[in-house]
């Protein structure tokens, strides 16, 4: 099994910052990809930021500049400042991981966080 476990989520005024943070734990010996996905009211789940297993950051454009990723160096727990947030930015955030056994891949999800952007 694997958990995810986020924090860090809670309700700021437009232009502040928060910093998101998921632990990691479990059977977990090759990582695909692992980051942070959010989703509002009425929309589907979007990539926000994540590492893939080259090591490359994907980022959405629409948080680019604004928000960075971050991580150990053995993928335990995996960051996300947030910085110059916006009313948009209103979600609530998920913890993901892509773990590889073979040619399989399995998702796994944190139960997620709220973050509330007020104007």
């Known amino acids: 099994q694997v958990q995810l476990v986020e924090s860090g989520g809670g309700l700021v005024q437009a232009g502040g910052s928060l910093r998101l943070s998921c632990a990691a734990s479990g059977r977990i010996f090759s990582i695909n990809a692992m980051g942070w996905y959010r989703q509002a009211p009425g929309k589907q789940r979007e990539l926000v930021a994540r590492?893939?297993?080259?090591?490359?950051?994907d980022v959405a454009d629409s948080v680019k500049g604004r928000f960075a990723i971050s991580r150990d160096n053995a993928w335990n727990t995996v960051y996300l400042q947030m910085n110059s947030l916006k009313p948009e930015d209103t979600a609530v955030y998920f913890c993901?991981?892509?773990?590889?056994?073979?040619?399989?891949?399995?998702?796994?999800w944190g139960q997620g966080t709220q973050v509330t952007v007020s104007s």
């Open positions: 590492f893939i297993r080259s090591g490359r950051r």
């Open positions: 993901n991981v892509q773990v590889l056994t073979g040619s399989l891949v399995n998702d796994y």
